[in-house]
């Protein structure tokens, strides 16, 4: 033992001497400011320490883990479970961090069985959800994950969040050993030890931070939004919209969404009548008709009430408060006076839902409006990382009052049942466009994506009828979404 304390102490005052811990302050992944800052992919640069750091978190957990496999997270931890493979003739599997949209490629690399033991190897652990992603690869894949084995815990709350999801987390260090250390070796004073303290005391995560989609799709989604009926999810609604949208839904039998993409008012209204009585939402991009003003607004709203339907016009709100206000409510479009709802980057924060509110407040309390934020885009090679998807998910949580709920493609990001999940990119002929889009059927986007309500474009307006195709749709995805809610068996 006395050798393993010799063998930590040196390990971390080499990190400190490198620059791997530093102390200050800095601005997390997750949104808080951190005294005290890991950064271990620099001891790339140093392979001594690179080989003493893998061979002793190996060693450690001897005895502890068994496994077939080793799978570092990419990417700092990648080459440590290299050296660990290679040292200890252990197999590798390397993750890839890319989305899945990327068609067929395999998620993970390297060979294996199904039932295969994997333990997967990290850095720097905070709240858990790299490892809880990778897992869920892994297992998607068939392989058992039972253990992480981390360099640095920094006791956040990420070892209980991992052991909620049945996973044990091994760990060399913690941020107080490591703070035990320094300060022994006076590379630290006992204010940064106290501040450290301070700030681990204030700022634990807990496993509700991170919602890992199912292993198989929706498989043992319980009782969340996936498994509810819509009638039911309307009482839990705190957005009126979003309740009247889940009703309207419920009444009308239907989750299809057509966007409207044609360039002039007369051809908008013509579609408009076709596909409306089988949608739920009618999706429009206002800024590409060439004549769109005060007559396709009122035929649209007059369709919209003869129909039951409700308009969503898919702006995609992105700038300072200031400017999504006046965006919102002025200009040729005036959204906010006739779109039941929009859509918005929340690539700027709460401030992008301030600005519609602004707007809002204006216009008058009787209107109801709502609005989806965009998490995850439908294009091949979008930028949203877990991080930026988890963000925009507590973020439309906190306000869901008047976010009705978030545009994206995976089942596990959205859980309130009061809010919706609406997934574009869906369409039977399933070849991309040529332009980046992404297609999955109105059966794939519902039972797997998570769709609440599917947006079909082309696949409707490039249709010789477009309404028997609106209709075809929808009873494709209402057939789908009664399988999901078990209301009736395939
Ligand atoms: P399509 O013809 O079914 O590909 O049209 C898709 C529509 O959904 C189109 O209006 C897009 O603006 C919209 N869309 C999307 O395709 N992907 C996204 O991630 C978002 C919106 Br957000």
Request: hydrophobic share 45%.
């Amino acid at each position: 033992m006395l050798e393993l304390e010799t063998r930590l102490k040196d390990i971390v005052v080499k990190l400190f001497e490198i620059n791997a811990l530093k102390f200050g302050d800095f601005k997390m992944k997750v949104g808080v400011n951190s005294p005290v800052y890991f950064d271990l992919r620099v001891v790339v640069s140093y392979p001594e320490l690179m080989e003493q750091i893998s061979v002793l978190l190996w060693e450690f957990c001897q005895g502890e883990v068994a496994c077939d496999h080793v799978c570092g997270v990419p990417y700092t931890a990648l080459p440590i479970a290299t050296l660990i493979s290679s040292r200890f003739r252990i197999p590798m599997l390397i993750r890839r961090k890319e989305t899945k949209q990327y068609g067929t490629r395999r998620l993970v690399e390297g060979s294996f069985a199904p039932g295969d033991r994997c333990v997967i190897v990290e850095d720097v652990v905070t709240s858990g959800s790299s490892i809880l992603e990778t897992r869920q690869d892994l297992r998607a894949e068939g392989l058992s994950v039972t253990h992480a084995l981390v360099v640095v815990d920094r006791q956040q709350g990420g070892a209980q969040a991992l052991q909620q999801h049945g996973l044990s987390m091994l760990s060399l260090l913690t941020l107080s050993k490591i703070m035990h250390i320094l300060c022994e070796a006076g590379r630290v004073d006992r204010a940064v030890v106290e501040s450290v303290t301070t700030y681990l005391s204030r700022t634990q995560f807990d496993g509700s931070n991170f919602a890992p989609a199912p292993e198989k799709p929706l498989a043992g989604a319980g009782e969340g939004r996936l498994r509810m009926p819509l009638q039911a999810r309307a009482e839990l609604a705190r957005s009126p919209v979003a309740a009247r949208l889940l009703r309207l839904m419920a009444r009308k039998q239907t989750t299809l969404c057509v966007a409207a993409d044609v360039t002039t008012a007369s051809e908008l209204l013509e579609l408009a009548g076709q596909v409306g009585p089988h949608v739920c939402l009618l999706k429009t991009h206002a800024d590409i008709l060439g004549d769109f003003g005060e007559a396709a607004v009122a035929g649209l709203l007059q369709l919209a009430r003869r129909h039951d339907f409700l308009l969503l016009e898919d702006r995609k709100f992105a700038d300072i408060g200031h400017v999504v206000q006046l965006q919102y409510s002025q200009g040729p479009h005036r959204i906010a006076s006739w779109a039941d709802l929009v859509t918005a980057h929340p690539v700027s924060g709460e401030a992008v839902l301030t600005g519609l509110s602004a707007a809002l407040a204006a216009v008058g309390p009787e209107v109801q409006r709502g609005c989806f934020l965009v998490a995850e885009m439908s294009s091949q090679g979008h930028l949203a990382s877990p991080d930026y998807l988890a963000a925009t998910t507590q973020l439309a949580e906190r306000q869901a009052r008047l976010v009705c709920g978030l545009v994206c493609q995976s089942p596990g990001l959205l859980r309130a049942p009061g809010q919706l999940q609406l997934t574009p990119g869906v369409r039977l002929e399933t070849a991309s466009d040529g332009l980046g889009q992404c297609y999955h059927s109105p059966r794939e986007a519902v039972l797997e994506r998570g769709a609440d309500v599917a947006v079909v474009g082309r696949g409707v307006t490039r249709a010789e009828d477009p309404g028997a195709a609106a209709r075809r749709y929808r009873d494709l995805l209402w057939a789908a979404y009664l399988q999901r809610v078990g209301l009736q068996a395939e």
